[in-house]
């Protein structure tokens, strides 16, 4: 009798353990099925280059479809959001490159990205070239800035459109070099850059990925790269710090992973783990380097810091430079 009695409580326990905690064996088994990835940018992307580049190993490491789909609209935080409410199991993944940005700029998010999301690692960074146009005769950052500060207003700047990368880090650079410009807020980067090609904008803060060709053609000058050093693609071309400007004058552009908050540690770990696997897979590697994707190589500690501080900083631009929240 006693023998069964306690049979009969370890089965208990074992049920009610199981009741407590759904996700332990789930955690020990994941993955058993397709996991989805939302990249709230639309195809086509740099973001989305980069997440279906990287996944499509993970997937294959994994032994699971990995299914990627664009949620678009209000800036990324749709499929932001989408993530922030489902399921903490692992099955459902973000892949973002806004994420900081977007806290600073919408006052009314319908998630905290702070407290929401589980950073899990950073797919790499994009630093962002300012270029001019040749006939602008601008051949320097240093020469960029003369013109901004001899004549207080008279340059203007295009832009992806507001709260975008080119955006900020076009106020980034503004704030730092301490000289006024009108934004022009386009729909996309290739509107953006063509403006600078026609003369129409004096200077732009873009990814390499959308001017690196026009780069070669002759048809942009690149005056400086937003970055602590130079660039693979653009190695002749100075920082933004060699040109004489402090470290906040670097905006960081960056391509990241989230999982939903309360996703078991466990899951987290294996998704970190596979990714930098993935990572390191020449095939990718080779994919990346094509778009200007430079590791950002931090261990998940290290790297849920980076995305609070890098939170802290974007609300700080927005204060500073009075960027309208909406």
């Known amino acids: ?3 069964l009695r306690r049979t009969l409580n370890i089965a208990l326990a074992s049920a009610c353990l199981s009741a407590i905690v759904p996700g332990i064996a789930s955690a020990q088994d994941w993955p058993t099925r397709n996991i989805t ?11 989305d280059i980069v997440a279906r580049a990287v996944m499509d190993q993970v997937g294959r490491q994994l032994g699971q479809n990995i299914i990627v789909e664009n949620r678009t609209g209000a800036g990324g935080t749709i499929g932001a959001n989408m993530v922030a409410k489902a399921a903490p199991d692992g099955y459902t993944v973000l892949i973002y490159g806004a994420l900081a940005s977007a806290h600073a700029l919408y006052s009314k998010l319908p998630y905290d990205s702070l407290t929401d999301f589980v950073p899990v690692m950073s797919l790499g960074q994009q630093p962002l070239v300012i270029v001019g146009a040749p006939a602008k005769g601008y051949k320097t950052l240093g020469d960029l800035i003369a013109a901004g500060k001899s004549k207080p207003g008279s340059l203007n700047y295009s832009t992806s459109g507001v ?3 080119s955006h900020f880090g076009a106020e980034r650079l503004r704030s730092a070099a301490g000289f006024e410009a009108q934004h022009i807020p386009f729909k996309g980067a290739a509107e953006a850059v063509t403006d600078v ?3 129409r904008s004096d200077f732009s803060v873009q990814l390499t990925a959308t001017t690196v060709p026009q780069i070669r053609e002759g048809m942009l000058v690149p005056l400086a790269v937003s970055a602590h050093k130079r660039i693979d693609l653009l190695p002749d071309v100075p920082t933004t710090i060699e040109g004489g400007l ?3 004058s670097v905006y960081a552009f960056y391509t990241s992973m989230y999982l939903p908050a309360k996703t078991p540690p466990e899951i987290v770990k294996k998704l970190h783990d596979e990714t930098a696997k993935a990572l390191q897979e020449p095939v990718v590697k080779a994919r990346l380097a094509t778009l200007g994707v430079e590791p950002l190589p931090l261990n998940q500690a290290e790297f849920a810091k980076f995305v609070r501080d890098d939170i802290e900083a974007n609300v700080a631009l927005v204060k500073a430079a009075k960027i309208p929240t909406q």
Not at 37 to 47: D, F, L, R, T, Y
């Open 37 to 47: 990835v939302i990249v709230p940018v639309g195809a086509g992307s740099a973001s």
């Open 1 to 3: 009798m006693t023998v």
């Open 163 to 165: 709260g975008s990368a």
């Open 246 to 248: 402090s470290a906040e």
């Open 197 to 199: 090609i026609a003369g």
